[in-house]
């Protein structure tokens, strides 16, 4: 008896005709639903001469989209470009189409992923002599590699999509491959390096990183290197002052450690051409671990920012939730986020004790003042998160 072709069946049938037969083969995974859009963050400077930029991207496993943090990363070998993956509709699917190293850069379905990947090639460094030389224009390397140049001719010649779709198809970026990036689909490649798998692997394993979890705004943006502790203690912070887990007194007192660490890092690596000895590992590893232990200590403790359901609740909430986005896409640097968070408790501090002398409540002289103060801390949240610094230097 001949078995009837299901509706399985014929979906499945219906994407092989769609996708091109090369394409199809790198469709690792085929969902339903369509991942959220790419988040902005700030690209944290490369650690190490040699690393290439790797961006982030949604993920999928049971549960739904996860981030993956955009990292720097070592390539397998010398004249290589990572090509990214991109998620590609068609036949009513999300496919994942899987990122490789090669000769040149390949298609990667016209995704903005930024910083060099404006949807077409790569304009973010060049191999010369064996070194990668990196394009200042749109890298940010910091003050220990000095192999760079500056173009910022390819960024005024080259049309991008200027959104944050983060795939290509209907509903998202229509762009088709170019001759030459066919030809590079073609080339001899070489797959993720362990690196990259584990680092990839980590980001799956963590809750946080999950779409339904962070409602898209993951607090693990990016990382400097593969298990990179800075940003990761940022994204941290960020999630424990959007859910109120941290105080503004907390966050200051975090932020001030981790600007002080960074500060000392800097100073270190200047005074070694760039680089940690490994007494200065050692000891930075230290801080990074008793910084960590006091992130969780003060997540864990009866604390807590509750504001209350009114008006000036409100407005302190908002302006913690602006704060905790700056943290999280490393528009505000620790220094600049421990100001903030010290203007807020000023401004609790002034809170409290007008209610204190007022029953519990605020008279509208009291609440004009304090709106005021929040308009000046406003003001301020927002001349950081806009500035040209990134977090951390």
Same mark, same amino acid.
């Given at each position: 008896?001949?078995? =009837?072709?299901?509706?399985?069946?014929?979906?499945?049938?219906?994407?092989?005709?769609?996708?091109?037969?090369?394409?199809?083969? !790198?469709?690792?995974?085929?969902?339903?639903?369509?991942?959220?859009? =790419?988040?902005?963050?700030?690209?944290?400077?490369?650690?190490?001469?040699?690393?290439?930029?790797?961006?982030?991207?949604?993920?999928?496993?049971?549960?739904?989209?996860?981030?993956?943090?955009?990292?720097?990363?070592?390539?397998?070998?010398?004249?290589?470009?990572?090509?990214?993956?991109?998620?590609?509709?068609?036949?009513?699917?999300?496919?994942?189409?899987?990122?490789?190293?090669?000769?040149?850069?390949?298609?990667?379905?016209?995704?903005?992923?930024?910083?060099?990947?404006?949807?077409?090639?790569?304009? %973010?460094? @060049?191999?010369?002599?064996?070194?990668?030389?990196?394009?200042?224009?749109?890298?940010?390397?910091? %003050?220990?590699?000095?192999?760079?140049?500056?173009?910022?001719?390819?960024?005024?010649?080259?049309?991008?999509?200027?959104? &944050?779709?983060?795939?290509?198809?209907?509903?998202?970026?229509?762009?088709?491959?170019?001759?030459?990036?066919?030809?590079?689909?073609?080339?001899? &490649?070489?797959?993720?390096?362990?690196?990259?798998?584990?680092?990839?692997?980590?980001?799956?394993?963590?809750?946080? +990183?999950?779409?339904?979890?962070?409602?898209?705004?993951?607090?693990?943006?990016?990382?400097?290197?593969?298990?990179?502790?800075?940003?990761?203690?940022?994204?941290?912070?960020? #999630?424990?002052?959007?859910?109120?887990?941290?105080?503004?007194?907390?966050?200051?007192?975090?932020?001030? @450690?981790?600007?002080?660490?960074?500060?000392?890092?800097?100073?270190?690596?200047?005074?070694?051409?760039?680089? =940690?000895?490994?007494?200065?590992?050692?000891?930075?590893?230290?801080? +990074?671990?008793?910084?960590?232990?006091?992130?969780? #200590?003060?997540?864990?403790?009866?604390?807590?920012?509750?504001?209350?359901?009114?008006?000036?609740?409100?407005?302190?909430? =908002? !302006?913690?939730?602006?704060?905790?986005?700056?943290?999280?896409?490393?528009?505000?640097?620790?220094?600049?986020?421990?100001?903030?968070?010290?203007?807020?408790?000023?401004?609790?501090?002034?809170?409290?004790?007008?209610?204190?002398?007022?029953?519990?409540?605020?008279?509208?002289?009291?609440?004009?003042?304090?709106?005021?103060?929040?308009?000046?801390?406003?003001?301020?949240?927002?001349?950081?998160?806009?500035?040209?610094?990134?977090?951390?230097?």
């Amino acid at each position: 008896m001949r078995k =009837l072709l299901t509706p399985k069946i014929l979906l499945f049938l219906f994407v092989l005709l769609v996708f091109p037969a090369h394409s199809f083969a !790198q469709v690792a995974i085929s969902v339903a639903i369509g991942p959220p859009v =790419l988040p902005v963050y700030a690209q944290p400077p490369c650690p190490t001469e040699g690393f290439m930029w790797t961006p982030g991207y949604w993920g999928w496993r049971t549960e739904g989209y996860y981030w993956v943090p955009g990292v720097w990363v070592a390539p397998p070998r010398v004249g290589v470009f990572w090509t990214p993956g991109y998620w590609g509709f068609a036949g009513g699917l999300y496919g994942w189409h899987a990122g490789y190293w090669g000769p040149h850069v390949g298609f990667y379905g016209g995704i903005n992923y930024g910083y060099g990947y404006g949807g077409v090639g790569f304009w %973010g460094g @060049r191999w010369a002599g064996g070194r990668f030389a990196y394009n200042t224009a749109v890298m940010n390397v910091g %003050g220990g590699i000095h192999n760079t140049y500056v173009d910022r001719t390819v960024i005024n010649n080259t049309t991008i999509n200027n959104n &944050h779709y983060s795939f290509n198809g209907e509903g998202g970026v229509n762009a088709r491959a170019t001759s030459a990036e066919q030809a590079a689909e073609h080339e001899n &490649h070489f797959q993720p390096t362990s690196n990259q798998l584990s680092h990839e692997q980590t980001a799956r394993g963590d809750n946080n +990183q999950l779409a339904s979890v962070n409602h898209g705004r993951p607090g693990n943006v990016a990382m400097d290197s593969v298990n990179g502790r800075r940003y990761n203690q940022q994204g941290r912070i960020a #999630n424990g002052i959007s859910s109120g887990q941290l105080t503004a007194g907390e966050t200051k007192n975090l932020e001030n @450690r981790e600007a002080g660490l960074n500060k000392e890092i800097h100073n270190d690596r200047a005074a070694n051409g760039g680089t =940690l000895t490994p007494q200065e590992r050692g000891q930075v590893n230290q801080q +990074q671990n008793n910084l960590s232990k006091s992130i969780y #200590n003060d997540k864990h403790n009866a604390n807590t920012a509750t504001y209350g359901n009114n008006e000036v609740g409100a407005r302190r909430n =908002l !302006q913690q939730q602006r704060i905790a986005n700056g943290v999280a896409s490393g528009q505000m640097s620790p220094s600049e986020a421990a100001k903030a968070e010290n203007h807020e408790q000023n401004i609790n501090k002034h809170i409290a004790a007008d209610r204190a002398a007022n029953g519990g409540k605020l008279t509208p002289q009291e609440k004009k003042n304090i709106n005021g103060r929040q308009n000046n801390a406003s003001r301020q949240i927002y001349n950081e998160k806009h500035n040209e610094k990134t977090a951390p230097k």
